[in-house]
């Protein structure tokens, strides 16, 4: 079994919808959970991170962490197409910045 | 900003050649780390260094891979002899040491070996 695992997708939508990407993992020293945005063809690209549990919000990304329940999310209110990219999490521990990633969601926002 | 910067964006050669890959960091970040990317295994942290030193070298998969950071600005990564399976996309990624840093990528080289 994975450290991290996420459904490899694809999910497609419908312009305007909410879309919700979501990450489990099992490792409980992991503090710092981000969300990467991956165009094809080009690098990740760090969309937010956050430090134990809670939500952050950053215009109409929301991202979520459950410690309790070893389970994270992002949403994204009024998807665009330019949303289309794969989402990938990564995760990490306190003691240095060596990050395990889950496998990638690949989204796709019709318009 | 300029942001990392990693060469060539693709390469393409025959089985036991070599290989080197280049990265330059975001200017002020002393981490580098060099992944790996496969459809079958996403992305796999492969070595990283702090302050030009490796610091884990675990992932790695093999002694054909080695890697180095001669000044604070310019990583390599070398594969030698090259095989098949060592196709992929490497990337390249950069953050601050101190402290819990956010990692930033380069657009990684596009490696086939034929």
């Known amino acids: 079994q994975k450290e991290v695992e996420q459904d490899p997708g694809p999910l497609s939508v419908p312009e305007g919808a909410i879309v919700s990407l979501n990450c489990t993992y099992s490792n409980s020293a992991f503090q710092y959970f981000m969300w990467y945005r991956q165009y094809s063809r080009k690098g990740p690209e760090l969309l937010m991170y956050t430090y134990s549990s809670g939500n952050k919000e950053d215009g109409r990304f929301t991202a979520q962490v459950d410690k309790s329940s070893k389970y994270i999310s992002l949403f994204i209110r009024d998807s665009q197409p330019s949303d289309s990219a794969t989402y990938l999490c990564?995760?990490?521990?306190?003691?240095?910045?060596?990050?395990?990633f889950g496998g990638g969601t690949r989204l796709m926002v019709k318009p | 900003d300029a942001g990392v910067i990693q060469s060539p964006r693709h390469e393409v050669t025959e089985m036991g050649q070599e290989v080197t890959l280049r990265c330059k960091p975001i200017s002020g970040h002393n981490s580098l780390f060099w992944y790996r990317q496969t459809m079958m295994r996403g992305l796999e942290l492969l070595i990283y260094f702090n302050n030009n030193v490796p610091i884990d070298d675990s992932g790695m998969p093999e002694d054909r891979f080695s890697a180095k950071m001669p000044n604070a600005s310019f990583s390599t990564l070398k594969i030698q002899p090259s095989e098949p399976r060592d196709s992929a996309v490497y990337f390249c990624a950069s953050s601050r040491v101190e402290g819990w840093q956010p990692q930033h990528f380069g657009d990684g080289t596009r490696l086939s070996i034929l």
């Open positions: 990564a995760m990490s521990g306190n003691a240095g910045n060596m990050l395990t």
